[in-house]
């Protein structure tokens, strides 16, 4: 029978919609601001998927950090090996972890972001393979599924080991707009092709900003009067703000109207409320480097929700042909299966003054 570690982080991704840019040491502003857990629905879609399994015994942890989830999906064996006590926090991941090991397990399956992702590293090295089931706000990481079902679907067949990046990033400056990221180590990682994500890279070359000056030209061109566009972050979409006079937050969710900046680093609340209140809304994206996703890593300001009332076919797609070609694929983690699904096969991507490609959309679940 495979040994499998589990563990939830109750708190993780609960910053994303809010507009936070990450949870770590933000949980109570979070929940203020009206933010619900997520980690538990996700980690859910994975365990269901894996419930039919008997070979798999997970040792796990307490309530809300492993246990209740394994209960409630009908997962046949598990045992807690880590009581905890209030509310859960950095430190109950490495003490779970340690606690996890002394098992002698296969594998470690955890649910959450970046911060989970080095809390569990910095305890498990490589020692034993990580998988991450996505969960956080950014996951920048490489050590994280696609997506939760992507999760199931690895550790249901055969997989070969592969070297990943364990990243973070310092959430106390990304929220000021600057992107600091730190390599915590080399994780060992179960793989199959285009199954796991890539580790987000930056891109810059002398040519990049001249691209990027080129979609912002063509993106002035075609904007319309009353329509609000509500715009995503990275610096793409920074230089189309820039091209009309308006200072965006790099790393935030901007909305504009008639050239004018209606609403600055706006949560998911803001937009559905402007999306209510005009009836013409665009979103303007850029998929993240390297990695490919469209939504679900470091926007979710921009949910489901927002995008179907915005409407699907008003997401307007742009990056550099430098980017594109580094990113083989594009994928879609909104949180809704049915809109993923509801992207089709590819979607046309802006990638210069007047030039666009069309970009497969890969489900490897």
Do not use: W
């Not at 397990?105 to 089931?133: E, K, M, N, Y």
């Not at 070359?205 to 009353?226: C, H, N, W, Y």
Request: charged share 25%; hydrophobic share 40%; with cysteine.
């Amino acid at each position: 029978m495979r040994r499998i570690g589990f563990l939830i982080n109750p708190v993780a991704g609960m910053g994303g919609s809010v507009g936070l840019k990450g949870t770590d040491g933000n949980v109570d502003e979070a929940r203020r601001r009206g933010a619900l857990p997520r980690a538990q629905e996700r980690a859910a879609i994975t365990l269901r998927l894996l419930s039919h399994l008997t070979d798999i015994l997970f040792i796990t942890c307490s309530g809300e950090m492993g246990a209740s989830a394994l209960r409630e999906c009908g997962v046949p064996h598990f045992r807690v090996v880590y009581e905890y006590q209030g509310k859960s926090t950095a430190e109950d991941t490495k003490k779970a972890m340690a606690a996890i090991l002394r098992e002698g397990v296969d594998l470690i399956l955890f649910c959450g972001g970046d911060g989970t992702a080095r809390d569990v590293f910095q305890v498990a090295q490589r020692t034993v393979p990580l998988l991450g089931i996505p969960a956080g706000v950014k996951m920048y990481s490489a050590v994280f599924a696609l997506d939760p079902a992507t999760a199931a679907a690895l550790l249901s067949g055969p997989y070969h080991l592969q070297d990943a990046e364990v990243l973070d990033i310092d959430e106390e400056a990304y929220r000021k707009g600057m992107l600091e990221t730190h390599l915590s180590g080399i994780a060992r990682v179960p793989g199959r092709a285009h199954m796991t994500q890539a580790a987000k890279q930056v891109f810059e070359e002398a040519d990049e900003d001249r691209a990027k000056e080129e979609i912002a030209r063509f993106l002035q061109e075609v904007m319309l009067p009353g329509v609000l566009y509500i715009i995503g972050a990275g610096t793409t979409t920074e230089a189309i703000a820039r091209r009309l006079g308006i200072v965006k937050t790099l790393l935030g969710v901007d909305a504009i109207r008639d050239g004018i900046l209606v609403a600055s680093d706006a949560d998911e609340k803001t937009l559905l409320d402007l999306a209510g209140r005009y009836p013409e809304t665009r979103i303007i994206l850029s998929p993240i480097g390297a990695q490919g996703f469209i939504l679900g890593r470091g926007n979710q300001q921009i949910s489901a929700t927002v995008v179907r009332k915005a409407g699907l076919p008003n997401l307007i797609m742009v990056a550099t042909p430098h980017k594109l070609r580094e990113t083989p694929f594009l994928y879609v983690d909104s949180g809704d299966p049915a809109l993923d699904r509801e992207f089709g096969e590819s979607i046309q991507v802006i990638s210069g003054y007047r030039i666009a490609q069309r970009k497969k959309i890969s489900r490897a679940s």
